[in-house]
């Protein structure tokens, strides 16, 4: 039954996030990459101020970086604890062997690798880039990214103070500017994540949409949990000076939490679009979709190209995972392959590809009243009722005969 207060795609979308929420386990991987944060902090810690103590100018944006940390992410208290001793066991990193200085950098990358997996089981890929590729771009985010947000936080704050003067005679005006900056930043960042790291085309308004429930959500959740504590001190009631740590797990938590919820959005939003064109997930679906995706290579052969996803997923009536799914059974298959940009093309004759092995990868025993599937047009129907009875007079057809039918 559908509420009144919720449009009807809105409860589509909502639908389909808590669908791919559970699919993917979103609870339990933020708890894995709060782990994983909470190990890795100390070694990405040292290895942004190694790279930043490099350069004079550095030091400072280091400086305004962690000012704009403490003030509008991390918990107040937590926080300020957190980072002094992170800072002092950063400092502490210089005295260690080249054994121990390989493990600290192989700690920090941890993080990268681990958000590169979460990633790409949220979006479905299949294959992920190879290692030589990873390791160089992790290494980059970790050096140049803080060292770019930084930067970013710096052009913010000369804006903030620019318009300071025309905000100042408004009480909350200078706080307001503040927390736009802070959710616009962060924005920008979960867009750049969303877009960058899995290996897959994607559509950037869709990235956009998911970083900023990302980003303005961990604003969100920075205010209500440091309201919570101030009104409801129940951790420092019990846990006394050791409250800081709790505080500060709840926190990475949350966060991670919030960001995983925008690239679930993002990764719903392509299906989300063309989920009134998704042929039904029936025995007689599955046919036309395979079917259909097979011509829609084959076409794109005879044309002297490759196609996108996207394209091929629109073609076939299919959700990008699962067509990626079937493209890389048919890639296992030897009939396609993957370009280096990502789009797809058959790397066989068209004859090669027979009525009975892709309809070996799909579904077996098809009965010729699946023609009368609820959701199926007219045209389909009459499709698949030629690709049954090709199937039932020789199993060994090519499916580029089926192009020949209007």
């Given at each position: ?85 992170a800072l002092q066991f950063s400092e502490k990193a210089s005295s260690l062997t080249v054994v121990g ?306």
């Amino acid at each position: 039954m559908r509420t009144r207060f919720v449009s009807p795609p809105m409860l589509d979308l909502v639908q389909l996030v808590q669908r791919k929420f559970f699919e993917v386990r979103v609870l339990q991987t933020a708890g894995s990459l709060t782990y994983t944060t909470l190990l890795s902090l100390v070694p990405m810690i040292t290895v942004v101020l190694t790279v930043m103590r490099q350069f004079s100018p550095f030091m400072k944006l280091g400086e305004g970086m962690r000012g704009f940390l403490l003030q509008n992410l991390l918990p107040e208290r937590a926080g300020k604890v957190v980072a002094t001793y992170a800072l002092q066991f950063s400092e502490k990193a210089s005295s260690l062997t080249v054994v121990g200085s390989i493990f600290l950098v192989v700690t920090a990358v941890m993080l990268f690798a681990t958000i590169d997996r979460t990633f790409a089981s949220i979006w479905g890929v299949r294959r992920p880039r190879a290692w030589y590729v990873r390791i160089p771009v992790y290494w980059l985010a970790l050096t140049l990214g803080p060292v770019l947000f930084a930067v970013s936080i710096a052009a913010g704050s000369q804006l903030l103070a620019i318009s300071s003067g025309v905000v100042a005679e408004v009480a909350w005006g200078r706080a307001l500017l503040d927390r736009l900056m802070t959710a616009v930043l962060l924005s920008a960042l979960f867009t750049f994540m969303f877009h960058a790291i899995p290996n897959r085309r994607l559509n950037l308004w869709h990235s956009v949409a998911g970083g900023l429930i990302a980003g303005i959500g961990v604003v969100l959740v920075q205010r209500m949990f440091g309201f919570y504590l101030t009104k409801l001190p129940n951790f420092t009631l019990i846990y006394g000076t050791f409250s800081v740590v709790p505080i500060f797990l709840i926190w990475v938590y949350l966060s991670w939490f919030v960001i995983l919820l925008g690239a679930t959005v993002a990764a719903v939003l392509p299906d989300f679009e063309g989920r009134h064109r998704t042929l039904p997930h029936t025995p007689a679906g599955r046919i036309l979709v395979a079917v259909r995706l097979a011509l829609a290579l084959i076409d794109a052969q005879r044309q002297g190209g490759a196609v996108e996803l996207q394209e091929l997923a629109q073609a076939c009536r299919e959700t990008h995972p699962r067509t990626e799914l079937m493209l890389e059974e048919m890639r296992q298959a030897g009939w396609v392959v993957r370009t280096d940009d990502g789009a797809w093309m058959l790397c066989v004759v068209a004859d090669a590809i027979l009525l009975g092995d892709l309809m070996a990868k799909v579904v077996v025993g098809v009965a010729e009243e699946q023609s009368r599937e609820s959701g199926i047009t007219q045209e389909d129907q009459r499709l698949l009722k030629v690709t049954v009875g090709q199937m039932r007079k020789a199993m060994a057809s090519p499916v580029a005969l089926l192009a020949q039918i209007g």
